[in-house]
């Protein structure tokens, strides 16, 4: 009867145990048999224990008597070292390329003639101001700059004047396609362009193709052309000189 009440509780605690360790479940289902005979602590027994001892001058024991070894705990250096921390793969390096900096025009050269280069703006009557010695030569300020991706370098001169002589831009008189300008921005870099059209129109009839901000980089040249017109101190044409970076 005992035996039975025993394991009717050891039959509850495994249900309330069981819920979090099936080990524990399993080990008090085994110890809840209801053939398990119940032996109160009084009349238990304790297992013999067995010593092995060695004889004088290390002479093995009887060899009647159980034979124990104990196993040595392995050694903290035998223990598995955890695997090395591979190192973080470095970032692979990135090349950027930056566009050439935006620079005004300095100096020109063409037909073995060489011109500083200044900028100018536009009169009331939509004219370029040039300047007035014909040896330097106005940058349209308003056109693209050397290194521009896209878009002309307007360049003007007079090809004469009464009170300095001829300009430099008389030149551009003798420039046949095929030529090449040089055209050198502030920091001396030099950028060449192959003349690629020399066409001579009236003032009145400017091509506007030639001012385009678009299109492929070019350099445009203009002086005066044509008949000079002794009442108006003008000449009647613009010659036009268009060339492409090489």
Same mark, same amino acid.
């Given at each position: 009867?005992i035996?039975r009440r025993? !394991?009717?509780a050891?039959a509850a605690a495994?249900? &309330?145990?069981?819920?979090g360790?099936?080990?524990a479940a399993?080990a008090l289902? &085994?110890?809840?048999?209801?053939?398990?005979?119940?032996?109160?602590?009084?009349?238990?027994?304790? =297992?013999?224990?067995?010593?092995?001892?060695?004889?004088a001058?290390g002479?093995?024991?009887d060899?009647t008597?159980?034979r124990r070894?104990s196993? +040595?705990s392995a050694?903290?250096a035998?223990?598995?070292?955890?695997?090395?921390?591979?190192?973080?793969?470095?970032?692979t +390096?990135?090349?950027?390329v930056l566009?050439p900096?935006?620079?005004? =025009?300095a100096?020109v050269a063409?037909g073995?003639?060489?011109?500083a280069?200044?900028?100018v703006?536009?009169?009331p009557?939509g004219?370029?101001?040039?300047p007035d010695?014909?040896t330097?030569?106005?940058?349209w300020?308003?056109?693209?700059m050397?290194?521009? @991706?896209n878009?002309?370098?307007v360049?003007?001169?007079h090809?004469?004047?009464h009170?300095?002589g001829l300009g430099?831009?008389?030149?551009?008189r003798?420039?046949r =396609?095929?030529?090449?300008v040089?055209?050198?921005?502030?920091d001396?870099v030099?950028?060449?362009?192959?003349v690629?059209?020399?066409e001579?129109? @009236?003032?009145?009839?400017?091509?506007?193709?030639?001012?385009?901000s678009t299109?492929p +980089?070019?350099?445009v040249?203009?002086?005066?052309?044509g008949?000079?017109d002794?009442a108006?101190?003008?000449?009647?044409d613009?010659l036009i000189?268009v !060339?492409?970076?090489?």
């Open positions: 009867m035996a025993y !394991a009717g050891l495994a249900v &309330v145990v069981g819920i360790s099936i080990t399993a289902t &085994v110890a809840a048999r209801p053939d398990a005979t119940h032996v109160p602590a009084a009349d238990r027994v304790p =297992p013999a224990v067995t010593t092995t001892t060695l004889a001058g002479a093995e024991p060899a008597e159980p070894t196993v +040595p050694t903290p035998e223990e598995a070292a955890p695997p090395p921390a591979s190192s973080p793969t470095a970032p +390096p990135t090349t950027v566009p900096p935006l620079r005004p =025009p100096v063409a073995g003639q060489t011109a280069v200044v900028p703006g536009v009169l009557d004219e370029l101001q040039l010695d014909p330097l030569v106005g940058w300020a308003s056109s693209g050397v290194g521009a @991706p878009g002309s370098i360049l003007a001169g090809v004469d004047s009170r300095y430099t831009f008389a030149v551009l003798t420039m =396609p095929g030529d090449v040089q055209l050198f921005a502030e001396g030099e950028h060449r362009y192959v690629s059209s020399v001579q129109t @009236p003032k009145a009839a400017l091509p506007v193709d030639v001012l385009t299109g +980089p070019q350099l040249l203009i002086t005066c052309g008949e000079f002794d108006t101190r003008h000449y009647a613009n000189v !060339a492409t970076a090489a």
